[in-house]
T-cell receptor, first 116, second 113 residues
Framework: NAGVTQTPKFQVLKTGQSMTLQCAQD?????MSWYRQDPGMGLRLIHY???????DQGEVPNGYNVSRSTTEDFPLRLLSAAPSQTSVYFC???????????????FGNGTRLTVT | AQTVTQSQPEMSVQEAETVTLSCTYD???????LFWYKQPPSRQMILVIR??????QNATENRFSVNFQKAAKSFSLKISDSQLGDAAMYFC??????????FGKGTLLTVNP
């Protein structure tokens, strides 16, 4: 059981370049999300999805796009990378149960992105 | 909006002793859930413990327990018999009906042999 798989593990981009961070889960989770982790800032929610075809913005969505065409995949796109997007990115998934967020998140191993 | 405050950026404990990590939160939700996650140097995020806000009984998981004070909006984590493997960054988080899980900034725990 692979869980949540993120690729790549490391990436270096130049300012203005675009790229897609991949995230896939094999647990049939409805909920998927992207966080960024910066020193002293904890984890901040970028975008999330509660099912295929449904996405919504989190706390820091600017500069990022997402789509959810399948239950399994939730890619994060950086359209024009900026040095402020240098961070560690985590994808996470969970079940959706009831009307409240109550299921523990399953995290991928993270992607360390550097934008020069 | 939800907010989570971890007032201790760093803590240290001697091996085999007990340490408590603080967390306070704010939410307008009446139905919400609280979590503690651990992030060791490997960077992997690991669930430590979960608490349902509607339950008065404090959650426990082996050496880990919480002190949940709903009126004070406090959710501290107690680690008993600390082990070297407990050294990690610990994050408190709150989730509610908007499906947004909000994390605190973390507390770095050092365990001294």
């Amino acid at each position: 059981n692979a869980g949540v798989t993120q690729t790549p593990k490391f990436q270096v981009l130049k300012t203005g370049q675009s790229m897609t961070l991949q995230c896939a889960q094999d647990m049939n989770h409805e909920y998927m999300s992207w966080y960024r982790q910066d020193p002293g800032m904890g984890l901040r929610l970028i975008h999330y999805s509660v099912g295929a075809g449904i996405t919504d913005q989190g706390e820091v969505p600017n500069g990022y796009n997402v789509s959810r065409s399948t239950t399994e995949d939730f890619p994060l796109r950086l359209l024009s990378a900026a040095p402020s997007q240098t961070s560690v990115y985590f994808c996470a998934s969970s079940y959706v149960s009831g009307s409240s967020y109550n299921s523990p998140l399953h995290f991928g191993n993270g992607t360390r992105l550097t934008v020069t | 909006a939800q907010t989570v405050t971890q007032s201790q950026p760093e803590m240290s404990v001697q091996e085999a002793e007990t340490v408590t990590l603080s967390c306070t939160y704010d939410t307008s939700e009446s139905d919400y859930y609280l979590f503690w996650y651990k992030q060791p140097p490997s960077r992997q995020m690991i669930l430590v413990i979960r608490q349902e806000a509607y339950k008065q009984q404090n959650a426990t998981e082996n050496r880990f327990s919480v002190n949940f004070q709903k009126a004070a909006k406090s959710f501290s984590l107690k680690i008993s018999d600390s082990q070297l493997g407990d050294a990690a960054m610990y994050f408190c988080a709150v989730g509610g009906s908007n499906y947004k899980l909000t994390f605190g900034k973390g507390t770095l725990l050092t365990v001294n042999p």
